[in-house]
């Protein structure tokens, strides 16, 4: 049973998203989309605990063997992968039943749970794969879902958003495609660890420069890597609550982990050359995203999209320590994955609670609501201090960390030291921004005295987890330890 | 000849500059959604014509005859795959242009835009 | 109980303080106040004892949390931290009483959170005077900074929030930009352990050294070093309770009382000495106090003097430190503790003063000590401890500081001492020969005598400290004098 884990972390889901579809009462279709996601959410804990004591598994579906055959691979970046996502999942329906009924139609809500039952298949799917089409198949079936979730808000400009988003989408995903064709016309074959041996003896290194260069572009255009980042804003902004808090959590970070899983296996490696080109390329945009996102996030008035540009600067900070190409860096990169994941989860599903009350997006709507609901604002508050990074907190560990990276430079020390610090004072004002309004205006007069109580005991958990993992961050630490030793282990 | 001996590639970006160039300049929404199938059918061609072997035939066991030359099978199935994911993206596309048309009124990206404006 | 267990006790004690605080304000306000009380002298007792260890020599540490290979929550105990808690612990008692008269006496609202953020904010405190390493003492800096937030918001109206947003802003600006990175680069270093005599020397040269004194100088906002001292009359915004205790005891002591840790602990006093590249120390906080006095010449406002007039005395201490010579150290330490006690006293006097009669400023001042002869000689002795007249504690600290300068012949140092010497006189005597010798001047919105009791009780207590210390200072002496052991 244990050695099907992989497969069935991806099977579960994917089986149960038709089930869903036909159950009628919300309620029955929300309590077996959250059973199947706790369900998931149980195989990644066990296949966390199984890739740290015994090391990678493999699994080649139906029995043929790799290179023919399609083979899973979960080893311990994937694990933390599979975490995240399935984390995100579980909880975000865990704490958003009366948000979502508040936003979609209760006679669609049983479509609307098998296309996130989809969308999490998906997202697992690409985190076991070890097989590079495959990882294309698994990522276009989460992203077509994620547009059905998107769209199924009341919100009428969530559908010039979630368009853009799935042009830009699934051209980024046909890029990615062209690359691993590529690659394919050059080695002859799919599976990663495969490519990885037989990439070094190949010849002619253009077409696989070519390759790293669409497959680059593609993935970051998935993961709204700055320039790329121009579907992320509204379509956060506009999406149903809870779908902003489950895809603000792993869907990018889905994307980055594709890339940097598919760059160190099979590039760096082999391609000679390719570890300046990735520090040239990725370093520069990773600070224009720190900027621009920390930046606009100030200056915008809806509450959600300070939120979402913080979400933009944040993947930002991730490719920073990706970037650099260290020890330090890609931990710090790992880390930082989680700890967004958890406090950004948190705080859109409190502004979700928040928003039942809340008469529109705009930041002065929310005025006074922490005074009202004081449970609710303070879990924002700390997953706010996680996001800049307080001591205490998740998310300063990864701050430490990644600035130890930065040290660890030979040159440009000064000028990344000053973005990425520049950057969190810069969250700091929008957080202050946010916590102000929610905090000091009057309570308004007539909302509700509480807000729905299981939700709000999710919340302060997932509050209260930030700090736990600010204090005693021994799991993330090891998982994403063992992910960077993963990543720098290949070529070697 | 370079142009003749590697015509498919040449199909293929030529395709691929066009669908993407219909999608980044085109107001109208159902165009750069073809656009986007233009873009993706450039890619099927891509992966098609490495499939090809010169001298192969259609790769199908008809006799445990292996001396004969096969046509690569396993692009052909990638590509069916990848046709899956197209075809599915154009009908959610559409899905979405349609819901658009309800809600906005047009499927023109610079109306759609005013019109929100206006609204706010 | 064993040190291990005191560590944790001086943490864990204000923490659930605040919890067991905020149930008892649902209850009563009486059960609340008692609550505070409760904790305040339970902490001052462990305090105390651990107090008294070290002045026998004893140490300890404990690990609270490894967080990976390099990182770990640390406590430990050592002279100056001991020092320090001690004092935090021990005005805390006094403030509480103050705090009753106060709030009471102005009806003000929301007290329970005033009550519980307190606590918070000395249990932040508490974690900076124990601090084992430079993580953990970058964590509870930190702590402080956001538990001291709600207090100084406490009005809640826009010119508070306004005020605020510069304290937390300069605050959090210089930490996160100046403090972190230097807090970084040494535990890159060194682990960011404490050593007395510090580690650094050899790993880092001259420049480095004078680099890193500079971010730790500037980028440790609290202890007011000019250009990052704005915060402090910003901060007057809050309710005097919180002026008193966290801007004049808790917060600004935290902040010199980290700079001097790092320079013995982490840099090294002889080392330090040695360098060329870490005299600007001297001259800078020699400059803050110059400025710091001349401002405070031209306030009228009582509250924001005694701020400036802190700016200017945490410089003492930072000064002291910088001449890095023993009895200039042991003057730091009793600067502490002697400005405490004084500052303290003037904050309490300028908010009964607020409170009896609604007078914010010194021009109204005239004669007020007919009406309110305690708080005016409670204020005079507070204002003789600042100027550093015998018998007051800020004497003896001075004349440390002094024969430190001496001995380093550090001429700077003590030109900059006797003149602000007799700018703080020319500050503070007009005000009390005004209170005490001329008649009143601007009548008051209703008759009124002395402010209620409890406060009046608690400024004579910090008054008698002042005064005592000048008499009963051994025990600080011998505590400090463990510190410069290691020292030329």
Redesign the interface.
């Known amino acids: 049973m244990l050695s099907h884990l992989p497969i069935l972390q991806v099977v579960v889901p994917m089986l149960m998203a038709p089930l869903v579809l036909l159950i009628q009462p919300a309620r029955l279709a929300w309590a077996l989309t959250l059973a199947t996601s706790a369900m998931a959410f149980a195989i990644a804990i066990n296949l966390v605990q199984l890739t740290t004591s015994d090391g990678p598994m493999l699994y080649p579906i139906g029995g043929w063997e790799a290179p023919y055959g399609i083979e899973l691979q979960v080893d311990g970046l994937s694990a933390l992968f599979l975490l995240i996502v399935s984390g995100a999942s579980t909880f975000v329906l865990l704490a958003g039943y009366q948000s979502l009924i508040s936003e979609i139609k209760e006679s669609k809500l049983n479509w609307f749970f098998g296309a996130w039952l989809l969308a999490l298949a998906g997202l697992l799917g690409i985190a076991v794969s070890g097989d590079a089409?495959n990882i294309?198949?698994f990522m276009?079936i989460a992203s077509?879902a994620s547009?059905?979730l998107i769209?199924g808000g009341p919100n009428?400009?969530a559908?010039?958003a979630?368009?853009k988003y799935?042009?830009m989408g699934?051209?980024g995903?046909?890029f990615y495609?062209?690359g691993i064709?590529l690659i394919?016309?050059m080695t002859g074959t799919?599976n990663m660890s495969d490519i990885a041996t037989k990439l070094p003896s190949v010849v002619d290194q253009t077409p696989i420069l070519v390759a790293a260069g669409f497959i680059s572009i593609g993935l970051a255009l998935k993961a709204a890597i700055f320039p790329m980042h121009a579907w992320l804003p509204n379509t956060y902004c506009f999406a149903p609550n809870m779908v902003t808090a489950f895809l603000a959590a792993c869907s990018t970070k889905i994307a980055i982990y594709v890339l940097l899983r598919v760059d160190f296996t099979l590039f760096q490696s082999s391609l000679i050359g390719h570890l300046i080109q990735f520090k040239i390329f990725l370093i520069p945009l990773a600070c224009m995203a720190i900027l621009a996102g920390a930046y606009m996030a100030m200056r915008d008035t809806l509450a959600k999209k300070i939120f979402a540009w913080s979400s933009v600067g944040q993947v930002g900070y991730i490719i920073l320590g990706a970037a650099l190409v260290s020890h330090s860096g890609l931990t710090a990169a790992f880390l930082h994955s989680f700890n967004h994941a958890l406090a950004k989860g948190t705080i859109f599903i409190g502004i979700g609670l928040l928003a039942l009350q809340a008469k529109s997006g705009e930041l002065s709507s929310f005025a006074g609501l922490g005074r009202r609901h004081p449970l609710a604002a303070i879990a924002i508050t700390i997953a706010g201090?996680s996001l800049v990074g307080?001591?205490?907190t998740a998310g300063?560990?990864s701050k430490?960390l990644l600035?130890?990276a930065v040290?660890?430079q030979p040159n440009g020390v000064i000028a990344l030291?000053a973005i990425v610090?520049?950057s969190?004072?810069m969250s700091?004002v929008y957080l202050?921004r946010f916590l102000?309004t929610l905090f000091?205006p009057p309570a308004p007069a007539g909302s509700e005295p509480t807000l729905p109580l299981g939700a709000t005991t999710i919340l302060v958990l997932l509050a209260l987890s930030s700090i736990y993992f600010g204090?005693?961050?021994a799991l993330p630490?090891e998982l994403a330890?063992q992910a960077a030793d993963t990543l720098l282990g290949y070529g070697k | 000849m370079i142009v003749l001996d590697l015509f498919h590639y040449w199909t293929f970006i030529a395709l691929l500059m066009m669908g993407f160039y219909t999608v980044i300049v085109k107001n109208n929404l159902v165009k750069r959604l073809l656009g986007l199938s233009l873009f993706q059918s450039a890619v099927f061609l891509l992966f098609i014509g490495i499939a090809k072997v010169e001298g192969g035939t259609t790769p199908i066991f008809t006799k445990l005859v292996d001396s004969q030359v096969f046509s690569n099978p396993l692009p052909q199935v990638l590509i069916l795959t990848a046709i899956v994911v197209g075809i599915s993206t154009s009908a959610l596309g559409l899905a979405i242009i349609l819901r658009i048309k309800e809600a906005y009124g047009t499927i023109e990206e610079d109306e759609i835009q005013s019109r929100e404006e206006e609204a706010q | 109980m064993s040190i291990e267990q005191q560590l944790i006790a001086l943490l864990t004690i204000p923490a659930l303080g605040a919890v067991f605080i905020g149930v008892m304000g649902r209850l009563h306000p009486n059960l609340r106040e008692a609550a505070t009380f409760i904790t305040a002298v339970m902490l001052a007792s462990v305090a105390w004892s651990l107090a008294s260890a070290v002045s026998h020599g004893a140490r300890g540490e404990i690990v609270l949390s490894q967080l990976n290979a390099a990182l770990s929550i640390k406590l430990h105990i050592e002279p100056l931290g001991a020092l320090f808690a001690t004092l935090a612990a021990s005005l805390w008692i006094v403030n509480s009483l103050y705090s009753v008269g106060y709030m009471r006496g102005n009806k003000e609202k929301h007290q329970t959170r005033f009550y519980i953020f307190f606590a918070i904010s000395i249990a932040a405190a508490m974690g900076v005077a124990l601090a084992g390493n430079l993580f953990t003492l970058f964590l509870f800096y930190e702590l402080l900074t956001l538990s001291t937030y709600p207090l100084v918001t406490h009005k809640g109206d826009q010119a508070t929030i306004k005020s605020a947003r510069i304290y937390l802003g300069i605050l959090m600006g210089t930490s996160i930009t100046l403090f972190l990175p230097a807090v970084i680069w040494v535990s890159m270093l060194n682990g960011g352990e404490f050593t007395l005599g510090g580690t650094l020397q050899g790993k880092v040269d001259g420049p480095t050294a004078g680099l890193l004194l500079a971010l730790f100088t500037f980028g440790i906002g609290k202890a007011a070093v000019m250009p990052i001292h704005r915060w402090l009359p910003a901060a007057m915004v809050a309710p005097t309770p919180v002026s008193a205790l966290l801007h004049a005891v808790a917060v600004v002591k935290a902040g010199v009382f980290s700079i001097t840790k790092i320079i013995l602990y982490i840099f090294g006093a002889d080392w330090l000495f040695s360098l060329n590249t870490t005299q600007w120390l001297v001259w800078i906080s020699a400059f803050t106090i110059i400025s710091a006095s001349v401002v405070a010449l031209r306030q009228t406002n009582l509250k924001r003097l005694l701020a400036y007039s802190t700016i200017g005395q945490l410089s003492y201490v930072v000064m002291a430190t910088a001449i890095l010579k023993p009895m200039a150290e042991i003057g730091a330490a009793l600067h502490m503790v002697a400005h405490a006690f004084g500052k303290i006293t003037l904050f309490f006097a300028a908010g009964a003063i607020y409170v009896a009669s609604k007078k914010i400023d010194i021009t109204e001042l005239a004669g007020i000590a007919k009406r309110m002869p305690i708080t005016m000689t409670a204020f005079t002795i507070g204002a003789l401890s600042m100027i550093g007249v015998p018998p007051t504690g800020g004497f003896v600290s001075k004349w440390y500081i002094l024969a430190g300068a001496f001995e380093a012949d550090n001429f700077l140092a003590i030109f900059t001492i006797i003149t602000s010497t007799a700018l703080n006189a020319t500050y503070f005597l007009p005000i009390i020969y005004v209170a005490w010798f001329m008649p009143e001047t601007v009548a008051p919105k209703k008759e009124h005598g002395e402010a209620p009791l409890a406060m009046v009780i608690a400024l004579s207590i910090t008054a008698l400290l002042a005064l005592g210390f000048f008499f009963y200072n051994a025990p600080v002496l011998d505590l400090e004098r463990q510190l410069v052991e290691v020292m030329q």
Do not use: N
Request: proline share 6%; hydrophobic share 65%.
């Open positions: 089409f294309f198949v276009e077509l547009y059905v769209a009428r400009q559908l010039p979630v368009f799935l042009i699934t051209i995903a046909t495609l062209i064709g394919y016309i799919l201090l307080i001591p205490g300063f560990l430490w600035i130890q040290f660890e030291l610090l520049v969190s004072l700091v202050a102000e000091f204090l005693a961050p630490m330890t």
